[in-house]
């Protein structure tokens, strides 16, 4: 089976200040790992995917996030936050056993952004 | 950037009524999904399609659900008897290859309201 989990409903940050996002996974296989995000009445919106090698991906809007294989975490994070950067966060995770097509989203993290 | 679309927006029914969600994935995508979002939970996986047939579907998908593809463009979710519980946003989602490392494009959504 595989899960994920985001332990905080909620995260603030004043603007110009780094964030993080905090993501844990589990998998039986290797995990595909993804973060999206989500605006008010929008759909969920791609940000960034670990697939394989570097442990550090960059995505969309200035984003990056963390693979570590052995805490299991693929935390989101970003240097300096904006004010536009407020929206819910959603990790995801995707086993890679054949067959699977389905992601397995957490709860979702609010980010609030405070100028 | 190409999209998926969905409608309606915003549909309202009695319990045991019968409602069609509607999507246009994208153009050249192989693979469609539908997810739904209990307001303020996460995000919960359906159902995927390919190739005309249903190729994965959660304990969720019960017999109440059914997916088609009707003329090569739209993606419907039908729900025969509307329950209460119900009540959910509806995103429906594409991807142009075999998911796995594939990023999936979502819709806006639909949200349905049971009464």
């Known amino acids: 089976a595989q899960s994920v989990a985001q332990p905080e409903d909620q995260v603030n940050v004043a603007e110009g200040n780094p964030l993080t996002v905090k993501c844990t996974y589990s998998v039986s296989g290797n995990p595909y790992l993804f973060w999206y995000v989500q605006y008010p009445n929008r759909g969920l919106q791609f940000l960034l995917k670990y697939i394989t090698g570097d442990n550090l991906v960059k995505g969309s809007y200035g984003f990056e996030a963390e693979f570590n294989k052995s805490q299991t975490s693929f935390h989101l994070k970003k240097p300096s936050a904006l004010v536009s950067d407020s929206a819910l966060y959603f990790c995801a995770v995707r086993d890679n056993i054949a067959g699977r097509r389905a992601l397995t989203f957490g709860s979702g993290t609010r980010l609030q952004v405070q100028p | 950037e190409p999209e998926v679309t969905q409608t309606p927006s915003h549909q309202v029914t009695q319990m045991g009524q019968e409602v069609i969600l509607r999507c246009v994935p994208i153009?050249?995508?192989?693979?469609f999904y539908w997810y739904r979002q209990i307001l303020g939970q996460k995000v919960e996986f359906l159902v995927s399609f390919y190739n005309n047939e249903i190729s994965e579907k959660s304990e969720i998908f019960d017999d109440q659900f059914s997916v088609e593809r009707p003329d090569g463009s739209n993606f419907t979710l039908k729900i025969r008897s509307t329950k209460l519980e119900d009540s959910a946003m509806y995103f429906c989602?594409?991807?142009?290859?075999?998911?796995?490392?594939?990023?999936?494009?979502f819709g806006a959504g639909s949200r349905l309201t049971v009464l």
């Open positions: 989602a594409s991807s142009e290859r075999e998911p796995g490392a594939n990023v999936l494009t």
């Open positions: 153009s050249n995508h192989l693979y």
